[in-house]
């Protein structure tokens, strides 16, 4: 049953060595080929209508007042100056929200618009539509809030004994994970703290939606939202309607790396259409969408690692705090992948990890990709290095020893049925050959830290190489109810997939069509756009959409591919399992019998509507213990480095990275998605933090808050793609993007760690983290 | 939104209107307008007064045209005259940027990380004003200090910088390795006929620094008339003093904070390795 990818599809999708000789037979549909996403030229080209490019006869334009303030009492608010303003149409707060005036996507703990009391920067106050942007932008000027400034709580560590800022309590969930024998210690004792920083998702596109009023009251909202029909029974509730008269339309998403477009934004857009009866389009700037938005949780994690004299792991006890802003948002689920993670992909006998997300005033943490499992990866990894250290032993070796495989044991108690091929991955980026110094080139070609003809001096910069291995789990957690509901059709040989399985980028639609080729033998497959009246596919997170939409989509087109064949199969006297569909003709299993599909068909039309439900999970219990995954997906990465140790500027030379992925089902497509997480990482690792002051973010924009460029995505070796196939998903794959996101940061510490010798304990690292003496 | 073709249409419209902004590359004051903090109540185009948009020789310096975009100040034949401000505009954003954005944009603008503006402070650069009263002539210097302003109605033409013909570095340090702010930059000028080394630091304060005792003190020890090298230790020595100058020891006992320290200490690597490249 093992597959390995060495003989199946090129494990160097993008070797260079590709170029040389032609890619042996690559299928041109179906799984494993490289089909290209159906909208990927109109996206490059710029006619791809967005949110924000949509538009509507009658159109009101809308603008949300946010909080300046962190934490603040709001005395009054008089909105009497931007009612009278001639051209604004509505104005509401609070008090004009006709349904539930909270929401929550786990706990229903957030105002739509803050009532009496202001618990981040950029919360929501009141909305305005007005028949033009400015005006609307000038109305929420025009709105007097008097506040009574208070006390932010920033320092999550205080936010324990801090007076409550919320009715639910401070503390959002606690976890004291229990595993072994508290009382086992190791003959080598290693300890750290790590603070891990707030990435932002930062997509492309700002949020934007358009909302319309319909004539039976309800409302419909074209907007790219990643969890459609989630927010649409969040959203009803707020309007005060029933779901079934609220609509949301998913319009292209432009980049999302965590949720998009959530309630918080939708809501207001609704109620202002449903209040004014006109067509109301919300375009957030830059930095109300930094504002608005969730976050990766910032983190402090305290680890102590025992190992015995071999350097085998025997305890590992640990304390996580996430900092989950000022509402509960998905922090419980954050939480709990954090402490299940939080020794990383290694065997170890007794675990100890308690884990707490705390509320405070900081701006909103969320679910971003791979959250949880990213900010421990990167203090394990340290762990690890600090623990390789101290015993004198090669970082990977030291990994090596302590690796995970199939049918261990996770600290909590579960059991690795999924194929773990956790050594495999790191001798692949091990032994893989390390990128050439560029002592031969000519010197103005280095591309040294600090960029082309920047500061940077070759004789002060030491390249580092470091070792991550890291693990997250796909599918919802702790006994969601995972569920996606699929339908293809098939007309004159043509199929339509219906699912409302959001692509965010991920590639969804591109595999759904691959799927239905593969079943049906079909040459042309449309993807209809996803809305609501459609049954659920679920969010679009944890990459989900691979396996349960994707084993929807089989299973419809399996039945479809039934309906066709079942007369011809009674025609010929055998069973549909001996015919088969390949290049519009079915052939009989000896060949003898053929017939081509078109005139199977003959102007049918088959459709077929299928489930996919994976075997359910269990939430923790009180000492953290639980079968509380589907699914695990494993990575490791190999980083090289070049610092300057005067500056403490670092270039990422080179990510090698040996993934665990399944089953390959488009060869392109996996890479650009490897490549796109690795890229993220890096920014986690190096740039990325949404600095705050006070509660107060200070730069909500590009300039301040600094994404990879093209000169910082160093290059990308992929250099292993395991394809073991995982019996319990549909087609045995795994999903790819989240697995490098969590991994990379700690794989770039680790390669600083080995250049400049410093402990390298904080995310992102800091220039004057990465300074060494010349010495 | 007016678009003058000469200096003087541009004045007399700017004279007309004053309540008008002029604009050249737009790359500060549009964002500044679409972030809602700016809303002019006119524009006065700059783009096609052709004679601010190239350079000319005279008598010893070359008269700039504030028109001149960073990406033209990048070139080679540029970069041969005044090497210095050409490293400064190739290091000043990604190239949709560097076509755009002007040098007269980047002074008026007077941004503390304006990459030009460190090199102009080095080379005692002259900024040539047109006004309705007539033409004036001011050192940036003044200007970014405050301590002469552009009165209603005028414009920065002309920028008049000294042809030194001799090694000039610009360096900054910055978060990442592709284009973005500078944490700090230096920029370090020889002047080979008047025996001097002119360095300024960018970045590290409201405008550009400039530490004269460790100018004067490094100069002293050059050997000008032959191989200008120095030893290790006195570009050390010279990056340190720059440094101590231009993020100096808070009053009393009180320590500098880490992040001040590091500020520091890049300024006094980055001002030895400038030094270094212009004599080496």
Redesign the interface.
């Known amino acids: 049953m093992s597959n390995d990818a060495t003989t199946a599809i090129p494990t160097l999708p993008f070797a260079e060595a590709a170029g040389a000789a032609p890619e042996p037979e690559t299928p041109l549909r179906g799984l494993g080929a490289s089909l290209p996403q159906a909208d990927a030229r109109a996206k490059a080209e710029g006619t791809f209508p967005y949110a924000s490019d949509l538009w509507a006869e009658g159109l009101l334009w809308a603008a949300v007042l946010r909080s300046p303030h962190a934490h603040a009492r709001i005395v009054s608010v008089d909105t009497s100056a931007a009612e009278a303003m001639p051209g604004v149409r509505a104005v509401i707060t609070a008090g004009d929200v006709p349904g539930t005036a909270t929401y929550g996507r786990q706990v229903a703990d957030r105002p739509v618009f803050a009532d009496g009391l202001v618990r981040h920067h950029g919360e929501a106050i009141a909305a305005v539509a007005a028949d033009h942007p400015d005006t609307a932008?000038l109305a929420t000027a025009a709105i007097l809030v008097e506040y009574e400034l208070l006390e932010p709580v920033t320092d999550p560590e205080k936010a324990f004994a801090a007076e409550p800022l919320h009715p639910d309590g401070n503390l959002i969930r606690h976890i004291p994970l229990r595993f072994g024998d508290p009382d086992a210690t190791g003959e080598v004792v290693v300890e750290g703290l790590y603070r891990i920083g707030r990435q932002d998702p930062a997509p492309i596109g700002a949020e934007a939606g358009l909302a319309v009023p319909r004539p039976d009251g309800g409302v419909e909202l074209y907007t790219a939202s990643t969890d459609p029909h989630t927010d649409r029974d969040l959203a009803a509730a707020c309007f005060g309607l029933a779901p079934d008269q609220v609509k949301i339309v998913v319009t292209g998403v432009p980049g999302a790396t965590g949720d998009r477009e959530d309630p918080g934004f939708q809501i207001p857009l609704g109620l202002l259409a449903l209040r004014t009866g006109c067509p109301v389009k919300l375009t957030a700037?830059r930095?109300e969408s930094f504002l608005g938005h969730a976050h990766r949780h910032p983190t402090l994690l305290r680890y102590r690692h025992h190992a015995d004299a071999e350097g085998r792991l025997v305890k590992v006890e640990a304390q996580i705090l996430l900092d989950a802003g000022a509402y509960a948002d998905s922090s419980s689920e954050s939480l709990a992948a954090a402490v299940a993670f939080a020794c990383g992909p290694y065997v170890v006998p007794h675990a100890f990890v308690e884990g707490w997300a705390v509320r405070t005033n900081n701006p909103p943490s969320g679910h971003v990709r791979g959250e949880g499992a990213m900010q421990v990866c990167a203090a394990y990894e340290a762990q690890m290095d600090k623990l390789a250290g101290r015993l004198g032993v090669d970082p990977a070796e030291l990994r090596m020893r302590n690796v995970l495989s199939t049918g261990d044991l996770l600290p909590t108690g579960q059991t690795v049925t999924c194929p773990a091929p956790v050594a495999e991955l790191l001798a692949a980026v091990r032994d893989f050959p390390l990128p050439a110094l560029p002592k031969d080139t000519p010197e103005e070609d280095w591309?040294l830290?600090?960029?082309p003809?920047?500061?940077g001096?070759p004789g002060?910069v030491r390249r580092g190489v470091g070792y991550a291995l890291g693990m997250v789990h796909m599918l919802g957690a702790e006994g969601t109810d995972e569920v996606s509901t699929a339908t293809v059709r098939v007309l004159d040989g043509v199929a339509t997939v219906i699912c409302s399985a959001v692509d965010t980028g991920s590639g969804f639609s591109t595999l759904a069509r691959q799927i239905v080729q593969e079943t049906l033998g079909v040459e042309e497959v449309h993807v209809a756009p996803v809305d609501t009246d459609q049954p659920p596919a679920g969010a679009a997170t944890h990459g989900r959409h691979t396996w349960v939409s994707g084993g929807a989509v089989e299973r419809a087109a399996r039945m479809v591919r039934t309906q066709l064949l079942q007369p011809l199969a009674h025609k010929f006297g055998m069973s549909t399992e001996l015919l088969q569909i390949s290049d519009g003709k079915i052939t009989s299993y000896d060949g003898v019998l053929s017939t081509t599909v078109a005139e199977e068909m003959n102007g049918k039309e088959l459709w077929a509507t299928a489930q996919c439900r994976p075997h359910p999970t269990e939430p923790l219990d009180e000492s953290g213990q639980g079968d509380a995954f589907v699914g695990l997906a494993f990575c490791a990465i190999r980083a090289v480095v070049d610092v300057d140790i005067?500056?403490?500027?670092v270039?990422v030379v080179e990510m090698a990275v040996a993934q665990d992925v399944g089953r390959i089902l488009n060869p392109a497509q996996l890479a650009v998605r490897i490549e796109a997480g690795v890229t993220q990482g890096v920014g986690a690792a190096?740039?990325e933090n949404l600095r705050t002051a006070r509660g107060l973010v200070r730069h909500p924009?590009l300039?301040g808050y600094?994404l990879?460029?093209?000169?910082?995505a160093p290059d990308i070796r992929i250099v292993k793609l395991v394809e073991e196939r995982d019996v319990v998903a549909p087609f045995g794959a795994k999903a790819a993007s989240a697995v490098p996101v969590v991994t990379s940061p700690a794989a770039v510490a680790a390669a600083v760690r080995a250049a400049t010798g410093r402990p390298v304990n904080r995310l992102p690292i800091?220039?004057?983290s990465a300074?060494a003496t010349t010495a | 939104m007016t678009l003058p073709a000469s200096l003087d249409e541009a004045v007399a419209a700017l004279t007309a209107m004053p309540a008008a902004v002029p604009v050249a590359g737009g790359t500060d004051l549009m964002a500044a307008v679409n972030r809602g903090q700016l809303r002019p109540a006119g524009l006065v185009g700059l783009g096609r007064i052709n004679e601010i948009r190239g350079w000319q020789y005279q008598d010893g310096h070359a008269l700039l045209g504030a028109g001149l975009t960073h990406a033209r100040m990048g070139r080679p034949d540029f970069a041969a005259l005044i090497p210095a401000l050409a490293a400064a505009s190739r290091a000043a954003g990604p190239p949709q940027i560097r076509n755009a954005g002007t040098l007269g944009g980047n002074v008026v603008t007077a941004a503390p990380t304006g990459d030009s503006l460190p090199v102009l402070a080095a080379l005692e650069a002259d900024l040539v004003v047109v006004g309705p009263l007539g033409t004036r002539e001011i050192p940036v210097s003044h200007l970014l200090a405050g301590r002469d302003l552009l009165a209603a109605g005028e414009l920065v033409a002309f920028v008049r910088v000294p042809l030194l013909h001799a090694p000039q570095v610009f360096l900054k340090a910055t978060g990442r390795t592709g284009p973005a702010r500078a944490t700090a930059s230096v920029a370090v000028v020889l002047d080979p006929a008047r025996r001097g080394v002119r360095c300024a630091v960018g970045a590290v304060a409201p405008m550009p620094l400039r530490p004269l005792e460790a100018e004067r003190w490094i100069a002293s020890l050059v050997d000008w008339d032959n191989d200008r090298g120095l030893a290790p230790e006195a570009l050390t020595a010279f990056g340190e003093y720059v440094a101590a100058a231009c993020v100096p020891d808070p009053p009393g006992d009180e320590q500098l904070p880490p992040a001040v320290l590091h500020l520091r200490r890049t300024v006094a690597t980055l001002a030895r390795r400038a030094l270094g490249r212009a004599l080496s």
């Open positions: 932008r700037t930095e591309l830290p600090g960029g003809e920047g500061a001096e002060a005067e500056l403490g500027s270039r190096l740039t924009d300039t600094a990879p460029t093209s000169l910082d800091r220039p004057q300074v």
